[in-house]
T-cell receptor
């Protein structure tokens, strides 16, 4: 069974710091990796995707992928209180259904 | 782009009634849509995969006769909760894939805003 593991948190970081969110996956055939943000009571919104080893940067967000170690991470620079949310890692192989992790709750302390 | 809408955003109904939730892709065609359920403080749980023009594929433990899914067009999928009971109260979220985009290989899912169902 394909699994995606995340630490549930909460992960607390002070405003302005770097938040580091990690995710591991079990299926070596996974090809596409996504990070979603979900505010309480709202549906998930796509932040970033990555499918090549290495780093991908988009504004304050950097996704990192290491297929050999089967982990993907999300770095949030200059964290803001508005970044406080649950971050979901999602993994898929080809056009198969996406497997979501249980999410990490991030709290940015002003 | 890649906007998904859901209707209604919330619904309260009496036990035993049926509730229909619509999911629409507004600016793209979605051959595949997904239905999730999320209970408070829990993660997303995939209920079924809906393919346009064919029967939905349900996840293990999801009753296909209770949760009826119809995907009659490339922009609309509906979920009907039949004979709803209080334990069906949850946050129902649909998502859709935009295979036309090449940015994420066409695999990224875009979520609707969700429908909060309360069964009294």
């Amino acid at each position: 069974q394909k699994e995606v593991e995340q630490n549930s948190g909460p992960l607390s970081v002070p405003e302005g710091a770097i938040a580091s969110l990690n995710c591991t996956y079990s299926d070596r055939g996974s090809q596409s990796f996504f990070w979603y943000r979900q505010y309480s009571g709202k549906s998930p919104e796509l932040i970033m995707f990555i499918y090549s080893n290495g780093d991908k940067e988009d504004g304050r967000f950097t996704a990192q992928l290491n297929k050999a170690s089967q982990y993907v991470s999300l770095l949030i620079r200059d964290s803001q209180p508005s970044d406080s949310a649950t971050y979901l890692c999602a993994v898929t192989e080809g056009y198969q259904k996406v497997t979501f992790g249980t999410g990490t709750k991030l709290q940015v302390i002003p | 782009g890649a906007v998904v809408s859901q209707h209604p955003s919330w619904v309260i109904c009496k036990s035993g009634t049926s509730v229909k939730i619509e999911c629409r892709s507004l600016d793209f065609q979605a051959t595949t849509m997904f239905w999730y359920r999320q209970f408070p403080k829990q993660s997303l749980m995939l209920m079924a995969t809906s393919n346009e023009g064919s029967k939905a594929t349900y996840e293990q433990g999801v009753e296909k006769d209770k949760f009826l899914i119809n995907h009659a067009s490339l922009t609309l999928s509906t979920l009907t909760v039949t004979s709803a009971h209080p334990e069906d109260s949850s946050f129902y979220i649909c998502s859709a894939r935009d295979y036309a985009t090449t940015s994420g290989g066409g695999n990224e899912q875009f979520f609707g805003p969700g429908t909060r169902l309360t069964v009294l």
